[in-house]
């Protein structure tokens, strides 16, 4: 099978295994010498009077059966057998079949591979109807989201987020209407005019407002999930010749405007700091920004803003953006790592990592997805040489197999664990969600 698939072919021998025929000797023999109370009862004399005297009736029982059934076949033969006496003898044999019957055999698992070439040769079979559960499924998703928009318009429009339970719109993300700018992407892709319309009316004509007068928030989680939004549906509604997915909302314009006033504000993480390194939180209404308590930052969240500010840049026509997320790479660059592995917090102060802690989960996981996409999204401009990022990327996940990868035991499984000490520590097996995208990308 596939070395890529993280299973162990003992599992799939050892599943099947349990579903062998097994011959009546070898149930008898594995049942006596394998079972613990047997063997109790087998160490002392009164346990194997009991055994043998069992084997014994066993035995008559079958010498019994036979007898009786030759003889009352020869009755019958002679004429002489009589109804009553072969109707006991027929109760008494499937009495005695039913106690030695084989229990149903469930058919044996299939390793990855195996389903993946079952799959596919199922999927032939009915071909004519694939294209038709993929639009059911289409639909279905669609129901999902559409279900999800119609109650938070309904009880929670422009907070953040609802809390479904309670009914209750709270604002936990800064106050923005994270949920609207968010979901207005989503909604284009899917064809959803009304969503984008309703969404893209209430960004019109309040997000600005909203920027101009709300208090503290995020860098990171700002520009990926509020900035980042306005950059896809710019893109998605036309705008620099664009995917024209949307046919009602807002003039493409009207997003870009709005990115460049909230970015405007977010670049004050940057120019703020000492270092390369941006502060973690900025004050929206006055342009300002510090770091977060206990002075530190993530190291995912400092090197997760690239793309947007990137693309900013771009359609805007103005390189401050770039030039000022590209810096923290670039100083990312030079610092010291353990095979390409970093710690999880980095201070914005000294510019150096801070703590030993190493992981691919929380605080560290984009670090290593942004390298390769921000290279990706540069290779082809003219404005620089980009190689490096390919480099450090291919470093940290040789890193990442040698130093992070390893298999469970007895089951062979395989995980992503992290150095909570630094890589001279112990290995802890510890693999939360945000890890799992981490298989997309290493091969085993």
């Known amino acids: 099978m596939s070395k890529s698939l993280p299973y162990s072919m003992k599992d799939v021998h050892y599943d099947n295994a349990k579903f062998r025929h097994r011959s009546l000797f070898k149930v008898v023999t594995q049942t006596l010498l394998t079972s613990n109370t047997r063997r109790e009862c087998l160490s002392c004399s009164t346990g194997k009077f009991l055994g043998l005297l069992m084997i014994f009736g066993l035995a008559c029982l079958m010498l019994t059966h036979t007898n009786k059934a030759h003889s009352v076949s020869d009755?019958?033969?002679?004429?002489?057998?009589?109804?009553?006496?072969?109707k006991e003898v027929t109760d008494v044999g499937i009495?005695?079949?039913?106690?030695?019957?084989?229990?149903?055999?469930?058919p044996p698992r299939l390793s990855p591979d195996e389903k993946i070439i079952h799959r596919n040769f199922t999927s032939k079979l009915n071909e004519p109807n694939v294209e038709e559960q993929w639009k059911a499924r289409q639909q279905n998703v669609k129901d999902a989201f559409t279900h999800a928009w119609s109650g938070y318009k309904k009880f929670a429009m422009g907070y953040d987020e609802l809390m479904p339970v309670s009914r209750l719109g709270v604002d936990g993300l800064g106050g923005l209407g994270a949920t609207v700018v968010d979901a207005l992407d989503t909604a284009m892709i899917m064809g959803l005019d009304e969503v984008v319309s309703e969404a893209g009316s209430w960004i019109e004509s309040h997000l600005l407002d909203r920027i101009r007068q709300k208090g503290q928030v995020n860098l990171f989680e700002t520009t990926i999930r509020v900035?980042?939004?306005?950059l896809s549906a710019y893109?998605?509604?036309g705008g620099d010749q664009g995917m024209t997915l949307a046919q009602k909302g807002p003039k493409p314009t009207i997003y870009l405007d709005i990115a460049k006033n909230l970015a405007d504000r977010l670049l004050s993480a940057f120019t703020s700091s000492p270092t390369a390194i941006p502060f973690s939180d900025v004050v929206l209404r006055d342009s300002s920004a510090h770091s977060a308590p206990g002075g530190l930052s993530s190291t995912s969240e400092v090197s997760t803003l690239q793309l947007e500010f990137n693309y900013l840049s771009a359609i805007s026509g103005d390189p401050k953006y770039s030039t000022e997320g590209m810096k923290v790479l670039a100083h990312l660059k030079t610092l010291p790592k353990t095979e390409g592995l970093v710690p999880i917090y980095i201070s914005p102060h000294s510019g150096e990592f801070s703590?030993?802690?190493?992981?691919?989960g929380s605080r560290g996981d984009s670090y290593y997805e942004y390298l390769i996409k921000v290279w990706l999204q540069l290779r082809d401009t003219q404005d620089g040489n980009f190689t490096y990022l390919h480099?450090?990327?291919e470093e940290a996940m040789r890193g990442v197999k040698h130093m992070l990868v390893q298999k469970s035991i007895p089951s062979e499984l395989v995980f992503v664990g992290e150095l909570p000490v630094g890589p001279k520590g112990y290995l802890s097996p510890k693999m939360d969600h945000l890890v799992c995208s981490a298989f997309s990308i290493l091969e085993f």
């Open 355 to 360: 703590g030993e802690n190493i992981r691919l």
């Open 227 to 230: 900035l980042g939004g306005l």
């Open 75 to 86: 009755g019958l033969a002679k004429g002489i057998g009589t109804n009553g006496e072969h």
């Open 391 to 393: 480099d450090m990327y």
């Open 235 to 237: 893109h998605l509604s």
């Open 95 to 106: 009495r005695f079949k039913k106690l030695f019957r084989r229990a149903p055999r469930l």
